[in-house]
């Protein structure tokens, strides 16, 4: 995808779809989605990352950054495929997701299908898996294996494993391969399915004209498949715990910092491996979305160091990082990178001198412009072209709650600004991105769709409660909310009238 063309999007993740059983995915709603961003006037679908979710629900905190979600593997194509008796919907909520209930009942339908494609799979389909699998076998294996090992340690974290199974004795990890080899062929299963059905959803976005924008978060966490893979490429001690910690210092916003608790990269050591993991990282990324964000871009100019003893983040420091010879060798090997750098947080010149050396978007948010003057970097006109902007973000409260919720010297502004008020401030601020001169604007649904604060998706610094949890129902929709998207796109230049079916 070309980030210098003018277009614009929606911000929706797959698991806020509607559908029956209780989470977004992949399946009918999908495309439904696609076909009204096509009526809409829309060429961008951004995501929030498609890995495993982890502690909180989090998308951000995966056990893997190479594998696909089991939630958002569609059942309606495994009952189609004869693998998967067609399930009855389970009483869940249209509205929020339910984790806890929603979870153990898909992994419980996907072993069934698991058991199924076993029975009556047709030799085209195993073959189908078998070439699948051999093709993403730099990741996929190591994968499936963690994933069987964690379920035959009752969920146990890769550390308090048995000692020649959390250090990868060679002897070890083959018996374990074999001993929980319809545990791991599972787990490949559910991967390939993934794999499939996401194709099929970019191939009918990219047919339509629509991108798909996916997100790549910058640190893997500490219980992954990643790091039990390869221990060597994080700051750990001998029993494998992180040294050091992830995280950002004490501001306005937080007087501890955030401590996230991801471990750290040995950049040294990923350097002499020519950034092999970051590349095929990235690789993966692309075979998934046409462009891709990277969440915390800052951290590979400088990173934030925290001792793991500090249980805040009051205590640490700043580190170099890579720099621009990571990128390098990561474009030597796949070429030019369709990458959106979010840029948001405590920016120094070096993180703006990395991002404009490897051509990358930075992000602006509307709704961060109106707390000074008239001369604030988000605001529209002191934009340059080779930026997104967005209303929000998946970070950040909607439009309206936003609204609600400002102190009343910003709202005050944002009114002047945006010549608005409680009813229209989410079209105000969706046509003020959308006239700006930034190449890219994106929207949240819950903007277009002029939703409070009751629909945000999370909440930075919480665990549980609401966060992840939002979905929205077709009957929310209605044809107004994309004729007025449309319109605004087209007038923008962003799009075209005559896709609108109005005289070009």
């Not at 997701?97 to 996907?110: C, G």
């Not at 308090?160 to 018996?175: F, M, N, Q, S």
């Not at 001690?237 to 750290?264: E, H, I, M």
């Not at 949890?469 to 005559?498: H, M, N, Y």
Request: hydrophobic share 45%; proline share 7%.
């Amino acid at each position: 995808m070309d980030l210098n063309q003018r277009a614009s999007g929606v911000l929706l993740h797959p698991t806020s779809l509607p559908g029956p059983f209780g989470i977004g995915d992949l399946g009918p709603s999908a495309f439904h989605f696609i076909d009204w961003l096509a009526s809409a006037g829309q060429t961008l679908w951004q995501w929030l990352p498609t890995t495993p979710i982890g502690p909180g629900d989090s998308p951000y905190q995966s056990v893997s950054a190479f594998a696909g979600s089991p939630l958002m593997v569609a059942l309606e194509p495994l009952v189609e495929a004869g693998w998967l008796a067609a399930p009855a919907p389970g009483g869940f909520s249209d509205q929020r997701v339910d984790f806890a209930k929603v979870v153990p009942w898909r992994l419980q339908q996907l072993r069934a299908a698991f058991a199924g494609f076993e029975a009556r799979a047709t030799e085209a389909q195993r073959e189908a898996l078998a070439a699948w699998a051999a093709q993403e076998a730099y990741w996929l294996d190591d994968y499936s294996l963690f994933m069987a090992l964690e379920s035959a340690h009752r969920g146990a974290c890769w550390w308090d494993w048995a000692p020649e199974l959390r250090g990868r004795k060679k002897a070890a990890l083959t018996k374990a391969r074999k001993e929980h080899a319809a545990e791991i062929a599972f787990w490949v299963f559910v991967q390939w399915q993934f794999d499939t059905q996401l194709a099929a959803v970019k191939q009918a976005a990219n047919a339509k004209g629509i991108h798909l924008v996916g997100d790549l978060p910058i640190f893997i966490a500490h219980h992954s498949a990643d790091c039990w893979a390869a221990p060597e490429y994080y700051y750990l001690d001998d029993n494998f715990q992180p040294t050091v910690v992830a995280g950002v210092p004490p501001d306005d916003l937080g007087p501890q910092g955030q401590r996230w608790g991801n471990p750290l990269y040995r950049w040294d050591k990923m350097k002499r491996s020519g950034y092999k993991w970051w590349t095929d990282r990235v690789r993966r990324a692309l075979a998934q979305a046409d462009v891709f964000r990277i969440d915390h871009f800052r951290g590979f100019a400088g990173y934030y160091e925290i001792p793991a003893s500090c249980p805040t983040a009051m205590e640490g420091e700043w580190v170099k990082g890579p720099g621009k010879g990571l990128f390098d060798a990561i474009a030597a090997e796949l070429g030019d990178l369709p990458i959106i750098a979010e840029d948001l947080g405590l920016i120094t010149p070096d993180v703006i001198e990395l991002r404009d050396a490897c051509g990358y978007p930075g992000m602006k948010i509307l709704q961060f412009a109106f707390g000074a003057e008239g001369d604030h970097e988000f605001l529209p006109q002191t934009y340059v072209r080779e930026c997104v902007v967005y209303t929000g973000t998946h970070d950040n409260d909607t439009a309206k709650g936003w609204w609600h919720n400002a102190k009343p010297r910003e709202r005050a502004f944002a009114g002047a600004y945006l010549a608005c008020g409680d009813h229209d401030v989410h079209w105000a601020m969706i046509r003020a991105a959308s006239n700006s001169v930034a190449n890219l604007a994106i929207f949240p649904l819950q903007d277009v769709l002029g939703l409070g604060s009751e629909t945000r998706m999370n909440t930075p610094g919480t665990l549980g409660g609401s966060n992840w949890t939002w979905r929205f129902t077709w009957d929310q929709i209605g044809p107004e909310p994309g004729r007025v998207l449309g319109l605004i796109t087209a007038a923008s230049g962003r799009g075209s009238f005559a896709l609108l079916g109005l005289p070009g």
